[in-house]
């Protein structure tokens, strides 16, 4: 499932590798109690959150700008055949992705850049496909960029010391090191511009290096936001974080500013994980802030 908008003159698309009610809040948000989801019913239900399955809906999507002469992903999914044993739901998928990219007008060798939010196993797996008995590249004809301070913290082996949370597992060594092995990655830090139409921005604390990129065309503007938020209940409810959250204090700080930032400029907020219409804007409601989703 593929839908297209216009960020100036920029086109943005998005390609759905799946979605649905999958995630029990006491597990994506342990600080949430179920009393404030139900508070909020009006504003998550029914596309971010099924009442009666006591269920949050999880999409996992991919972005995909086009501008100029190039065809830009951000993040990559979960990835086919990649075996993920811990996580049945995304243990060698075998989806469609690869035909709804062609489809979008993004077939894989047509790819200029890839760009990751951070390296977590959800964001980097179509980053490699399986072919003649291992892993290659999926673009080829890409350069891809990682962020550095997650590179380096996988690289040292830091997500496997004890008391971790280790959401990169076996994908660094399937997803990641087979890029880097075939020439074609490029270590990112915030401050950079990526295919002069992507600034890259500080956004630590869901992962040590996550970044987010931001898209500015004829004075409007998109942030693809990474992990910082989940869900709508991260705008309504920014102290809320994700069990993922590596950080807690530095991914709440993060998200605020994010936040603040977004209202004031009305930017688009592109996420990874929202239910439909998979992205919208965050706006001023008293002290806090109300999603208001995209328009179709
Ligand atoms: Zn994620």
Known sequence: MIQTRKIGDAKVTNVIEYSGPTHDPAFLFPEAERADIDRLESEMAPNHWVPHMGKLIVTIQFWIVQTGTSIIVIDTGVGNFKPRESIPRMHMLNGLVREWLVAAGAAPEEVTHVVITHLHADHVGWNTTWQDGRWVPTFPNATYYFPLDDFNFCKEGKNKEPGVIDVFGDSFFDSVMPVVDAGLAKMMRPGEEIADCLTVHPAEGH?????????????????????????????????????????????????????????DQSALLLPVHFGAPYCGYARRQGDGFLFEPATW
């Open 207 to 263: 992962s040590p290096g996550q970044v987010t990129f931001r898209l500015e065309s004829k004075g409007e503007v998109g942030i693809f936001c990474g992990d910082i938020f989940h869900s709508p209940l991260q705008i309504m409810r920014p102290e809320f974080n994700s069990g993922y959250c590596i950080w807690p204090e530095k991914a709440r700080e993060v998200r605020l500013k994010m936040l603040n930032e977004a209202a």
